[in-house]
Structure formats: C-alpha cells, structure tokens
C-alpha cells in the first residue's frame, strides 16, 4: 500500500515567514493529495488540495506543489498568521480504491506572533 | 447542513471490554470511513463504506469492525480492548466516489483504555 512521510513533525516560525511542510509517497499510481488542518481540540478541516495533472495550486497565502517524477509534495504558507498555528496532514490517495485516504503523521506548526 | 456528528464524545473502558462508536454523516453523504488517530501516527485508516457495503479495510486486527446502515450511519466496534486502543476515533463522510473528494470530519470520539 501507499506510505506518506511528512517533515518536520514540529516547525516555529516568526509571525509574516513563510512556512514549507513537505510529504513523500510511495505509491506512483497515487493521483489526488490534499492537505488538513487541525486546530487545537478541533476537527481536521481541507484547506487545500491537488490532483496529479497539475503541478502548483494556489489559494490566497497558501499553495501546494507537486513533483510527480520525485513523489514529492509540499504546502506553502506566505505572511504567517498565529491563526495559522495547528497541525497540518498531508494526505495521498490511488485512484479507483474508494476513499482510502493515507496520511501523514502530521507537522505541529507554531506562528510565534 | 448540520455536519457529521459522532457520540459518544469521550468514553473510557476497562481492558477486555468492547466499545461501540456511532457516526451520522452529512446529509446525502454514502460513503462513510474511519481513522484512528495517536500522537506521533497522525490518521491511521480504520476502514470505509459505501452505500452499506465495506469497500476498504486498513491493516487493524480483526477485533476492529464497522458496518453502515441504509441511512448511511455508521458504527464501528471494538471489541477486547487493549491499551493501545486509546485514541481519537475520527469519522469522515464524503459525497466522492472515486477517491478524490473532501473529507468532512467529525469532532471524533475519544477512547481511553484503563
């Protein structure tokens, strides 16, 4: 089965930074990753996603990469916030296998203000 | 739409017990899966069903089980509970069919084993 990896586990960055998180997969077949962000005592929430025929995807201060060939992905945030502050997953899925989502084990990000 | 709802919320047990978790997914939602998640191991998957039938099955033991209903709702059980099933117990209902649409979670039930 498919195996994502995620670095760093932990990650503090000065209010305004840019934050980089990043994911390996292991499946080439894997075609559809999106990214969750769990606040503290919260529910994991989709924030941004992207599927394999495209390379970059943006949404306001975020936007997620993907290198196809090197089964790389990574989320970027631009002008860090402290509401930026949770747990992010990065996730991997194969195509026609239902909704069999494979995680990562999380970054802690931390916006220190 | 009210959103996935998950009872009960926090439960604790006593090694060898069994425990059920129920999950109500969104409205119209039919496909219904299960995570477990422990600090350290992020989301692990537990299994998924559609339209009453399981479609996937993560690498659990056998003493994790779940079904789905015609309603769409979801339980699943553990049974002989051990220490290590303390957890977060996530559930996420999804209107996609192929793998590729948003998860909509639950606030979870948390599992402490004594």
């Known amino acids: 089965g498919e195996n994502v990896e995620q670095h760093p586990s932990t990650l503090s960055v000065q209010e305004g930074d840019s934050a980089v998180i990043k994911c390996t997969y292991s499946d080439s077949a894997s075609n559809y990753f999106p990214w969750y962000k769990q606040e503290l005592g919260k529910r994991p929430q989709l924030i941004i996603d992207?599927?394999?025929?495209?390379g970059e995807k943006k949404d306001q201060r975020i936007a997620v990469t993907l290198n196809k060939t090197a089964k790389h992905f990574s989320l970027h945030i631009t002008e860090t916030q402290p509401e930026d502050s949770a747990v992010y997953f990065c996730?991997?899925?194969?195509?026609?296998?239902?909704?069999?989502?494979?995680f990562g084990t999380g970054t802690s990000l931390t916006v220190i203000p | 739409k009210a959103g996935v709802t998950q009872t009960p919320r926090y439960l604790i047990k006593t090694r060898g017990q069994q425990v059920t978790l129920s999950c109500s997914p969104i409205?119209?939602?039919?496909?219904v899966s299960w995570y477990q998640q422990t600090p350290g191991q992020g989301l692990q998957f537990l299994f998924e069903y559609f339209s009453e039938t399981q479609r996937n099955k993560g690498n659990f033991p056998g003493r994790f089980s779940g079904r789905q209903f015609s309603n769409s709702r979801s339980e699943m059980n553990v049974s002989t509970l051990e220490l290590g099933d303390s957890a977060l117990y996530l559930c996420?209902?999804?209107?996609?069919?192929?793998?590729?649409?948003?998860?909509?979670f639950g606030e979870g039930s948390r599992l402490t084993v004594l």
């Open positions: 996730a991997a899925t194969e195509p026609n296998t239902g909704n069999q989502f494979y």
């Open positions: 409205s119209g939602h039919r496909s």
């Open positions: 992207i599927r394999s025929n495209v």
């Open positions: 996420a209902s999804s209107s996609g069919h192929l793998g590729t649409g948003e998860l909509f």
